[in-house]
């Protein structure tokens, strides 16, 4: 359903119809940004970066094959662009804006209870320890833990075999969980 829908917007696009490219900027607007946001880490650039995306897209239409999912192609689009302007900028740069929207979520408030604050320390745990792994593991996070997609559709948008992607996502999960654990002691002290 969802490649149907697509597919018929970007024919609307191909015959000369842009205002169909609106509808395919709405659908996919959020990753696109969430995609740039985890590897840039940075807001404003992710911005520009999602704008950008959507250009090379209008002007890539033409060589979309319409027998594989749009979202796929256009997430390998999204995470190419801003894997090379991460390379461009030294993303080191920009780390600290993700973690800063984090901690700044979770400062104690009066108001809230006690295991709103433990989770939101832990997430905001989780969070730095995502941040801190290179933008190609990121964005492996992402993919697979937060946009639910499967390794099949992974391995298309970053161009690696299924089974090499299963020993990456292995070895990012053993990474973060020996980040985790020099944790151990915030989290053991919070009321779980």
């Avoid at 979309?64 to 192609?73: E, G, L």
């Avoid at 800063?100 to 408030?109: H, L, W």
């Avoid at 992974?154 to 985790?180: A, D, P, T, V, Y």
Wanted: proline share 2%; glycine share 4%.
């Amino acid at each position: 359903m969802e490649n149907r829908e697509d597919n018929i917007w970007i024919e609307q696009i191909l015959n000369g119809d842009e205002m169909p490219f609106r509808h395919l900027v709405e659908k996919y607007q959020n990753l696109v940004f969430a995609i740039a946001f985890r590897i840039l880490g940075n807001r404003e650039d992710a911005e520009d970066a999602a704008q950008e995306i959507f250009v090379k897209c209008f002007h890539g239409l033409g060589k979309f094959n319409k027998q594989a999912a749009f979202s796929t192609w256009l997430y390998k689009i999204a995470f190419n662009h801003s894997l090379d302007l991460a390379k461009k900028f030294r993303h080191s740069k920009y780390k600290t804006d993700w973690e800063k929207a984090e901690i700044g979520s979770s400062i104690t408030s009066e108001t809230r209870s006690e295991s709103e604050m433990d989770s939101r320390i832990i997430k905001s745990i989780l969070k730095g320890a995502i941040d801190s792994l290179p933008p190609e593991s990121r964005i492996i996070v992402l993919l697979y833990y937060y946009e639910n997609l499967s390794l099949k559709e992974i391995s298309e948008i970053m161009g690696f075999r299924e089974n090499n992607l299963k020993i990456k996502l292995h070895r990012i999960r053993s990474k973060l969980m020996k980040q985790l654990q020099t944790k151990e002691e915030i989290i053991s002290t919070l009321n779980l």
